[in-house]
């Protein structure tokens, strides 16, 4: 909620998730002024009744801009703290022709404010936010005084959402920091997966637990990546490793895990698979690779070896075992599975 603009890196579900927010809270907020509508109505406060209506049509106008792609996050929070000053304008001015209470200026004005901190930047949110509150005091003079000691307070609760907002951004910040270097620690940069350092930690809890099901072992490797990198550049064999880290998560299951084990070498740890399920698991994986194109990309290959958990005492052991059948089906030819000693598939 802090920090103003959402920055254009931002995951595409935080921002489906605010925009649900929006939508409930344009919702709620034309309830609230199809009620006043009413009561203004009932008491015979025209004016009162005309700002609540329109202000009705608009919350649900504000429906349909938060369910528009097209408009973006941002520019909908702009949206929504121009429309609150004009509306705080227009209640100053049924204060002044006796349609509303001092009360309903002073909540409105809070409101803005807490808008224009969480969304803007600090200077702009503090113009915007004294030319409100000098708005309030304009009605002083007028024949319907508003409550003093009520502005002071509302003074001091706008300089407490400042104070809270300025904090509230410096801890969001921190937070944002705090990810980048948990990620930076635990994945691999290029292709998001698990680094080796973290998928060596993973092995190690799951092997030391003792109610967990059989985990089998799977080195991944790609034949032939040199040449990729020699004939295309490293950034295409950037690209190439990207784009087999993805359909590699495409044909895990959710306890799967796939990990970046060093160049172009990938570990996948299969949980909870018998030996026929992990067989199959790695062989459509090699399947898959050897048919799948990407627009733009060579066309590759991988080699793999798998190592069951019932093979080996140890997470070192099965790594052992594992790559010793990698090597195994490079020699064999390439594009296949080795699972066993001297069996390719």
Request: glycine fraction near 8%.
């Amino acid at each position: 909620m802090f920090g103003g603009q959402i920055p254009s890196t931002a995951r595409p579900e935080r921002d489906q998730f605010l925009r649900q927010l929006y939508v409930g809270m344009a919702l709620l907020a034309a309830l609230v002024q199809a009620g006043v509508a009413q009561y203004a109505q009932t008491a015979g406060l025209p004016g009162l009744s005309v700002q609540a209506r329109l202000g009705t049509a608009f919350n649900v106008l504000l429906v349909v801009l938060a369910l528009w792609p097209r408009v973006s996050t941002h520019h909908f929070q702009l949206i929504l703290i121009g429309s609150g000053q004009l509306w705080l304008l227009g209640s100053v001015w049924l204060y002044l022709r006796g349609e509303t209470l001092s009360a309903t200026l002073l909540v409105g004005f809070l409101t803005v404010t807490l808008f224009s901190f969480a969304w803007l930047r600090a200077r702009p949110a503090a113009t915007l936010t004294l030319l409100g509150y000098l708005l309030l005091w304009g009605p002083v003079s007028g024949e319907r005084p508003v409550d003093v000691p009520g502005l002071l307070m509302t003074g001091f609760a706008a300089v407490l959402i400042w104070f809270l907002s300025a904090h509230g951004q410096t801890l969001y910040r921190a937070h944002l920091r705090s990810d980048a270097l948990a990620a930076l620690a635990f994945t691999d940069p290029l292709t998001g997966l698990l680094n080796r350092r973290s998928g060596r930690e993973k092995l190690d809890v799951l092997f030391g637990a003792a109610d967990t099901r059989p985990e089998q072992l799977a080195l991944v490797d790609i034949d032939h990546f040199k040449r990729v990198n020699d004939s295309l550049g490293h950034h295409r064999g950037d690209e190439v490793l990207i784009a087999l880290a993805e359909l590699l998560q495409s044909h895990l299951a959710p306890q799967d895990a796939a990990v970046r084990w060093g160049g172009e070498e990938f570990l996948l740890i299969l949980t909870g698979r018998d030996p026929p399920e992990a067989r199959a698991a790695v062989r459509r994986i090699v399947e898959a690779v050897r048919e799948y194109r990407v627009l733009g990309l060579p066309s590759v290959t991988v080699s793999a070896g798998l190592a069951l958990a019932s093979e080996g005492r140890s997470v070192p052991e099965l790594l052992a075992l594992a790559d010793e059948r990698l090597y195994a089906a490079k020699d064999a030819g390439r594009d296949r599975l080795m699972d066993r000693p001297r069996t390719a598939s």
